[in-house]
């Protein structure tokens, strides 16, 4: 179990956006604590949402394109404890969709990772496309609930 008493649920819900070429959309994230994480386009279920409107609002918000969400992907189904330090006393429930968007060529993307200039006690982000092919290879997914969800793409795409 966890070391501190847990005192809430947090929600959070992401994009799975593949484009044309069979990328995946990923985001690398610098976040206020200095730690660095690539992860999937969205965030944090805000109180009176719901999933898919939090989810457009997320992705709105990170990449400034509308999307439409597809399908379920995956739900946590083990137990994780928020990992930061302002939510440690939560339990992270993660959904993600598969997304599509007409606009995904809009997104300003790079080939480098952590392509941001890194201030400390500053959240920052840049985005890049993944070939799903090779995503078992990315060593740089280290959030638990996001290593579930790029092993299930890999079964979902090598099919």
Do not use: C
């Amino acid at each position: 179990m966890s070391a501190l008493p847990l005192k809430r649920f947090n929600v959070r819900v992401y994009g799975l956006l593949i484009n044309h070429n069979q990328q995946l959309l990923v985001a690398d994230e610098a976040f206020k604590s200095g730690q660095l994480a690539t992860k999937f386009p969205g965030g944090g279920l805000e109180l009176g949402e719901g999933l898919i409107d939090g989810l457009k609002r997320e992705f709105i918000e990170e990449t400034g394109i509308e999307v439409e969400v597809k399908e379920h992907f995956y739900t946590t189904d083990f137990f994780v404890q928020s990992a930061f330090e302002l939510s440690a006393d939560s339990q992270l429930i993660s959904i993600y969709y598969i997304v599509e968007s007409k606009d995904w060529n809009r997104i300003k993307t790079s080939d480098k990772k952590f392509d941001f200039e890194f201030v400390k006690g500053k959240e920052s982000e840049s985005f890049r496309w993944v070939n799903i092919s090779e995503l078992e290879s990315e060593t740089d997914i280290v959030l638990p609930i996001d290593k579930v969800v790029v092993q299930k793409l890999a079964e979902h795409f090598s099919k």
